[in-house]
C-alpha cells in the first residue's frame, strides 16, 4: 500500500512493501529525483537493507556452528510493513521477527523506519531493538537511486559527485562475480572535492569508501549545480550504479556495515562493521536528503 508526505516544496511517496521511498517529485517543477525501478537496469528505488548490507561470502554465514543461507542485502526489502504512526509530516513503519526471519536470522528484533518531510529535506531514521535474551549482531543501510541525468541528456558523463571536505577520497572495490569486497585501497582524484562521471565510471565496481571519510555526498549536474545531497554520520558509504549498462541513475548510500571481504573466515560475530546489541537495547541512526531546484 502506497502512503504520501507533502508540503509546498514536495511529494514523497512511500510503500509499505519494503517501507520503500518510492518517488520524490518537485512541487514547482514536477521534477522526478528517485529512480522509478525499471527492471532493464534495476527494479527497486531505494529499499531498506536488514540485517545485512552486501554480499555474504559463499552467500550464507555462520552462527553458533550452524550455516544459513542468506541473499545480498538481507530480506527487509522483500518483506510487508505495518504503519504504526502517520502525521502530516512523518510517517512510520514496522517489522517484527516472526517465525519466518528466525528459521533464516536466528534473532528476535524490532525494526522502524521513519521519514519526516520538512521543506526541501527528507529524514530518515532507522530504530533496531533487539526483543530477544541474547546479543544480536546486524548491519543496516540505505540504497537510494536518483535519475542522471536530469537535463535529456543521452548519459551522466560530465556530471560530477562533491564529498564535503575532502581534499582525496579512499575507496575499495568489489569483485563483480561475488560482490565480495577487495582489501586494495585506491585514491579517487579530486578536483576541488569533486569527481567527474565517465562513460566508464561505473563499470569497474561498486565503491566503497570507509572510516568517515566525508558525511556529505552532493550530485552536481554538467554545469555545476546541485540536484540531491545526502547528508549521514556512517562509518561508510558507496556509490554505485549497474556495471556496463550506462544506467541513468546514481546511487548515494550510508551504510553501517558492509559485504564480506574476499578473504573472510569467521563467523557472524566477527563481520566487519557488524553492530551489536544486548538484550533490550536499541540501535538508532538517520540521514537525510536535500532536493534542490532541478
Not at 536499541?282 to 534542490?292: E, H, L, P, R, V
Request: glycine letters at 8%; one cysteine or more; hydrophobic letters at 35%.
Amino acid at each position: 500500500m502506497r502512503y504520501i508526505l507533502e508540503n509546498e516544496y514536495l511529494i514523497c511517496e512511500f510503500d509499505t512493501h519494503g517501507a520503500e521511498l518510492k518517488s520524490v517529485e518537485s512541487k514547482k517543477t514536477a521534477h522526478e529525483y528517485m529512480w522509478y525501478g525499471d527492471e532493464k537496469y534495476w527494479g527497486r528505488t531505494s529499499p531498506v537493507l536488514f540485517p545485512f548490507v552486501g554480499s555474504l561470502k559463499n552467500k550464507e554465514y555462520v552462527w553458533q556452528g550452524k550455516k544459513y543461507p542468506m541473499g545480498q542485502h538481507g530480506f527487509a526489502r522483500d518483506m510487508e510493513f505495518a504503519v504504526t504512526e502517520l502525521t502530516l509530516d512523518e510517517i512510520w513503519f514496522g517489522l517484527k521477527s516472526d517465525a519466518v526471519t528466525m528459521s533464516k536470522y536466528p534473532f528476535e528484533f524490532a525494526l522502524e523506519i521513519g521519514y519526516r518531510l520538512s521543506e526541501n529535506e527528507l529524514f530518515v531514521k532507522w530504530r533496531v531493538r533487539n526483543t530477544g535474551n541474547g546479543e544480536m549482531y546486524f548491519s543496516i543501510g540505505a540504497h537510494p537511486a536518483f535519475i542522471c541525468p536530469v537535463h535529456g541528456e543521452s548519459s551522466k558523463t560530465g556530471y560530477k559527485i562533491g564529498f564535503d571536505g575532502a581534499e582525496k577520497m579512499i575507496h575499495h572495490g568489489n569483485t563483480r562475480d561475488t560482490g565480495l569486497s577487495v582489501s586494495e585501497s585506491i585514491e579517487m582524484p579530486l578536483d576541488n572535492g569533486k569527481v567527474t562521471i565517465t562513460d566508464t565510471f561505473f563499470d569497474r565496481c561498486t565503491y566503497f569508501f570507509e572510516n568517515r571519510q566525508t558525511g556529505g555526498v552532493t550530485l552536481f549536474d554538467t554545469l555545476d549545480k546541485p540536484i540531491v545531497k545526502v547528508t549521514f554520520d556512517a562509518p561508510l558509504f558507496a556509490l554505485w550504479s549497474p556495471e556496463g549498462k550506462n544506467a541513468p541513475f546514481i546511487c548515494i548510500e550510508p551504510w553501517y556495515g558492509r559485504c564480506d571481504s574476499t578473504d573472510f573466515d569467521g563467523d557472524l560475530s566477527q563481520r566487519e562493521y557488524t553492530n551489536t546489541l544486548g538484550k533490550g537495547e536499541t540501535f538508532a541512526a538517520s540521514y537525510k536528503m536535500t532536493f534542490f531546484e532541478v
